[in-house]
């Protein structure tokens, strides 16, 4: 009886360490993108005031916990540019009203409706 409830008291330990490692990699992850964003914007070509717009929307999808965004505006090969994601085919969207960058298209990705409505037809058959 004495060595079950020793085990029950264990195991609630052990919960609760779980609990407190998740939350803590949680916080750090913060960290960890905030690192990335500020190397990404140390290194961007872009004007001053278009780098600072691109850290301030990042810093509030980091609030969000926008993870996947976040990488795409401040990761490695993030653009501080980017407004948005296609949900089809992910490619960065730019602007007020975000759009995909006209290089970037088409993208040949099925479903994708930036390609119907941004590119003349005749190239893909
Ligand atoms: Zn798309």
């Known amino acids: ?10 195991k609630k330990v052990i919960k609760k360490l ?33 780098v600072v717009e691109g850290l301030k929307f990042a810093a509030k999808l980091i609030v969000k ?16 540019m980017a407004r948005g994601a296609c949900p089809k085919c992910d490619i960065n969207l730019v602007g007020e009203n975000p759009k995909p960058r006209s290089f970037t298209l088409p993208c040949l990705i099925k479903g994708c409706t930036f390609n119907i409505e941004e590119t003349n037809t005749e190239g893909i058959q």
């Open 18 to 50: 779980k609990d407190e490692i998740k939350q803590l990699k949680e916080e750090a992850k913060i960290f960890y993108f905030y690192k990335k964003l500020i190397l990404t914007a140390a290194k961007s070509q872009y004007e001053p005031k278009d």
């Open 1 to 10: 009886m004495k060595g079950k409830k020793k085990m029950t008291k264990t």
């Open 65 to 80: 916990k926008d993870w996947h965004m976040v990488e795409k505006i401040g990761g490695a090969s993030g653009d501080l």
